[in-house]
Each structure stands twice: as C-alpha cells, then as structure tokens.
C-alpha cells in the first residue's frame, strides 16, 4: 500500500501561495518513487475553532479535544495517519500565519503534557523533548516547508526553531526554509522558478529513497537563487509595483 504525504497548506492564498511552487516540487520529487500518494489540505478553507484553553485534551488518554463540530477531528485523524506530513507556510512576522496557529492550539493534546519540567535544569533539557508527539506513527516524518522574504534565514527562522525544538523536540523534524520567495515567484521568471524546482524534486527524490534528507540537500534547497544586490533592486522595483497585479489580493 502506498504510503501517505499529507501537505498542509498554511498560507492564506491557498493555491496561489508561492511556498507552494517550492513544496509541490519536493511532493513530485517523493511521487517519482512510485512509493507514496499525497494529498493537500488547505488550512484556510477549514472550519476550525479556537481552543477554548481548558487543557482537559491532557486528561484524556488519546488527547482529544471537547470540540467536536468542527474539521479539527477529522484533520487530526489525517495528521495521525500519515507517513510524512509536510506544514507548507509562508512565515509571517517570524512566526507561523494565524490559522495554522489557530489549528496548532486544537491539537495541543497531540503532544505530551507539561508537567512543571524545568527547560535550564542540567543544560541537556534542551536535548529531550519537552512535549514530543504522543501516539505518532511510527516512522512518521514532519517537514517544515516555509518560504519569506529575508535572507538571513539563521537569524529570521531562530524563533520558529525554538519554538519547534521545544514542541516536538531536536532533530525531530526538518526545516526547509525558502528565502526570496515572493519576489521569486512574482519577478523570478520561468528559468529560477524551474531551478528551484529542480532543487526540491531532488530533495523530495532523496527523502523517498534514503528515508532521509542530508544537511547538504536542505543547504541547496536553501540557498537564495539571487545574489544580495540583484534581490534589493528587485525587491525595491517589487515593493514599487505591488498594485500592478491583479492576483495580488
Ligand atoms: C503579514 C506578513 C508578515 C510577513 N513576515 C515576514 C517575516 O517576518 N520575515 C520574512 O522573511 N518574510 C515575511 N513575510 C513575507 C512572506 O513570508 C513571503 O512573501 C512568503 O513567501 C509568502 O508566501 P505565500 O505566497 O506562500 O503566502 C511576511 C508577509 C506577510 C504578508
């Protein structure tokens, strides 16, 4: 049976997000193998609602919320189900878009309780998982696959990675971050979009085949197609003709 890729779309513009050009490369890349099927869930188009901050998911033995008239129950059985599970998301004010936010909260109950441990105790805290998934499939992969604007994506995605290390704890997941994105996608012309497609459908290829993705593939994924001084020309000229498009809003 074929193995499954969840993606779940987290920018607003659904099937107009730029991130998605970079995630739909690596999912084809994965399809190549023959190994797995994919489906895409745009997180936009759900109906969630928020947590209503009772933590009595962390009472129940499988985590689950008091909500039950929504998507989230059925979102959460797909999210469980599946083999690797890719969060495609535009990063917003260095953190993740609001919606994906909203839905994260409902899952609470996926991840281990707090039960009052200390994150500076012996300096090797940081190493465990301070939640971790409880009941994840076996084997399951997490992908974070984000695009933005900057390029200096140590410093800009250092808060999506605390976060994340303390969630579902280091080395638990990867981070592909996309730097360029919006000017790539509006001004990049075919020749860099299909460049930087080449670059995720081999990611994608390497993840089906060796179960894994090497530092040096995320680092080719990574690396800006333009150069610092062509990107601030192109970003000026950009911001200067935001209105010229009409599948701007
Ligand atoms: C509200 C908002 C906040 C943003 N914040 C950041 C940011 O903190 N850092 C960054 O590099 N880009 C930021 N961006 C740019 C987006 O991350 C970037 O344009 C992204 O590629 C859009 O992806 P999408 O087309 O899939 O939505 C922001 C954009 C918006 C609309």
Redesign the pocket.
Known sequence: MAKKILIMVA???NE?????IPTKAFVEGMLESGDYEAEYVFIDRLNIKPCRGCLTCWGRPDGSCFIKDDDVPATRKKLEEADVVIW????????I?GQMKVLMDRIVGMVHPYMGQKLKEDGQNMNKPMHGLQNQKPGQKIILL?????MDLDV?YEPIVKQFDIILGKGKYYLIA??Q??AL?HRGGERRLNMLRKRYAEGGAELAKTNDISKETIDLMQKPIFGDDAYVTLVTEFVTHMFDRDDNF
Do not use: I, Y
């Open positions: 920018s607003p513009k107009r997000s730029g991130t998605l495609s998301f535009p990063l917003f004010l260095f953190s878009p984000s695009s933005c604007a900057w800009v996309c730097p994105m919006r996608h």
